[in-house]
């Protein structure tokens, strides 16, 4: 069965610059959700998107930015990066939103490297 | 604000034995819960999702139970091997807003 595609797996960037995260959630699936994940911390939530509109948005700093296609795949723009910004990055998709539980599904995350 | 406590932070035992982590939260108002595996610096791995109308849920040698009243949950794994050794991350999803708020993680090293 098909995942959720995150891509790149792998970024090194230096200070400063920016970087952009891709997320293919599983087809038909129309919720997309954003997790960081720091060294030797617990996933937090950062956004999510429901039929292309933000749903919630958590702990995600301004320098950040995201948003969800027509084709319902996501991108996370991380402007000015920091060196606190190194992180796992992980996208989750669901089906549906608001009526009742709908498992998120996670992809293998994108380990972004600030030097 | 819901939390979401994990005990033991870590935990080392002899292969073979059975094992018990704990997962407590202060939010009843929950859809189920879920507990992940994560292999260091690799992805979540789902290893079983108990629904908030569920008391357990079975996986070959893990059996994951809810005790959504007092707001506890434990994974217990049986006849450890050393391929169980990760981190157990305990999670639930908000009914208001359906994002999931993790666990710190049980680190779990099973000596060979």
């Known amino acids: 069965a098909a995942g959720v595609i995150q891509s790149p797996r792998h970024l090194i960037k230096e200070k400063r610059e920016t970087a952009t995260l891709k997320c293919y959630p599983i087809?038909?699936?129309?919720?997309v959700y954003w997790y960081q994940q720091g060294p030797g911390q617990d996933p937090q939530f950062l956004i999510s998107?429901?039929?292309?509109?933000?749903?919630d948005k958590g702990s995600i700093p301004d320098r950040f930015s995201a948003q969800q296609f027509s084709d319902y795949h996501s991108e996370l723009n991380m402007s000015s990066l920091e060196l606190g910004d190194s992180a796992l990055y992980f996208c989750?998709?669901?089906?549906?939103?608001?009526?009742?539980?709908?498992?998120?599904?996670f992809g293998p995350g994108t380990r972004l490297t600030v030097l | 604000k819901q939390e979401v406590t994990q005990i033991p932070a870590a935990l080392s035992v002899p292969e073979g034995e059975n094992l018990v982590l704990n997962c407590s939260f202060t939010?009843?108002?929950?859809?189920?819960l879920q507990w992940f595996r994560q292999d260091p610096g690799k992805g979540l791995t789902s290893l079983l999702l108990?629904?908030?109308?569920?008391r357990e849920q079975t996986s070959g040698r893990l059996n994951a139970s809810l005790d959504k009243s007092s707001g506890r949950s434990t994974l217990y794994i049986a006849a450890s091997q050393p391929g169980d050794s990760a981190t157990y991350l305990c999670?639930?999803?908000?009914?208001?807003?359906?994002?999931?708020?993790f666990g710190k993680g049980t680190r779990l090293h099973i000596l060979p």
């Open positions: 989750a998709s669901s089906l549906g939103l608001g009526q009742g539980y709908n498992e998120q599904f």
């Open positions: 087809p038909r699936h129309d919720t």
């Open positions: 998107f429901y039929e292309k509109m933000q749903s």
């Open positions: 939010d009843s108002a929950i859809y189920n």
């Open positions: 108990i629904q908030s109308s569920q």
């Open positions: 999670a639930v999803p908000m009914v208001r807003d359906d994002k999931i708020i």
